[in-house]
C-alpha cells in the first residue's frame, strides 16, 4: 500500500495493459492446445454417452464495464436443470442472487468429475479467445451490474477471468460480498507476474482436488 504524503497525489497503480495481458492469454492457450484439444472431446463424449445433447451449457454473465456476454461451460447437470432452480430455492446455501446446494441433485455423475477436476470451465477458453474472458480475472457473475452495490463495480473496470484470487483462496462458499474484497484485492495488486502466480496456483490446486469451483 502507498504512503499519501500530504500536498501530493499517490502515484497511480501500474497495471499491465490490455494488449499485453491479452497476448498472454492467447500465447498460453496456443501453447497449451495439444493438451486441452483432447480433453475437450474426452469430456464432450463423455457427455454424450451419459445424458446425450446439449453438451455446452450457455448462461449469459457480466463483463468488464458490465456488458453482458454468453459464457461455455461444459454442461453438468440435467438438461431442465434451470427450471428446478426455483423448486429447489429453499436449500440455497448461499446468499441469493448467489445459488449453491451441496450434493445438487441436478449433477450428473459425469457432471460431478467434472466440477471436481475443474474440467467443465475448459469450454471458457474459447470466450479468451474471443475477448470476452482473461485466463485471470475476477469472475463474471450470472447477474446483471444493476444489482451491484456502489463498491461492488470496481471488479467490473477488469475483463472477467477463468480463475481468479478467490479460486485460490480454498474458500469457495464464499458469498459475493467476499468474493469481490478479493476480486478488489487482485485489480489493486495486478501484474503479469500475479497472474502466473495464480494461474500456477490454480494448477495445484485442482491437481490436489482442493476447493474445487
Request: with cysteine.
Amino acid at each position: 500500500m502507498f504512503r499519501v504524503i500530504p500536498g501530493r497525489n499517490p502515484p497511480p497503480i501500474r497495471r499491465p495493459s490490455r494488449r499485453i495481458k491479452r497476448g498472454l492469454d492467447v500465447l498460453l492457450i496456443v501453447l497449451a492446445a495439444p493438451l486441452v484439444l483432447p480433453l475437450l472431446g474426452l469430456c464432450a463424449v463423455a457427455i454424450l454417452i451419459e445424458t446425450g445433447r446439449p453438451v455446452f451449457f450457455f448462461q449469459d454473465r457480466t463483463g468488464v464495464g458490465g456488458r453482458r456476454f454468453r459464457m461455455f461451460k461444459f454442461r453438468t447437470m440435467v438438461p431442465n436443470a434451470e427450471q428446478m432452480k426455483h423448486e429447489l430455492a429453499h436449500l440455497n446455501e448461499l446468499t441469493w442472487p448467489d445459488f449453491k446446494i451441496s450434493d445438487d441433485p441436478r449433477v450428473t455423475r459425469v457432471g460431478r468429475f467434472l466440477r471436481r477436476s475443474s474440467l467443465d470451465e475448459l469450454p471458457q477458453l474459447i470466450n479468451v479467445l474471443k475477448g470476452d474472458m482473461s485466463l485471470v480475472g475476477p469472475r463474471p457473475t450470472s447477474f446483471a451490474a444493476e444489482t451491484y452495490q456502489l463498491w461492488h463495480t470496481e471488479r467490473l473496470e477488469v475483463t472477467p477471468g477463468v480463475t481468479g484470487l478467490w479460486q485460490i483462496s480454498g474458500r469457495s462458499d464464499v458469498d459475493f460480498d467476499d468474493r469481490a474484497r478479493l476480486d478488489i484485492e487482485y485489480i489493486e495488486n495486478q501484474s503479469l507476474l500475479y497472474d502466473l502466480s495464480i494461474l500456477l496456483r490454480t494448477v495445484t490446486a485442482i491437481v490436489s482436488k482442493r476447493g474445487a469451483y
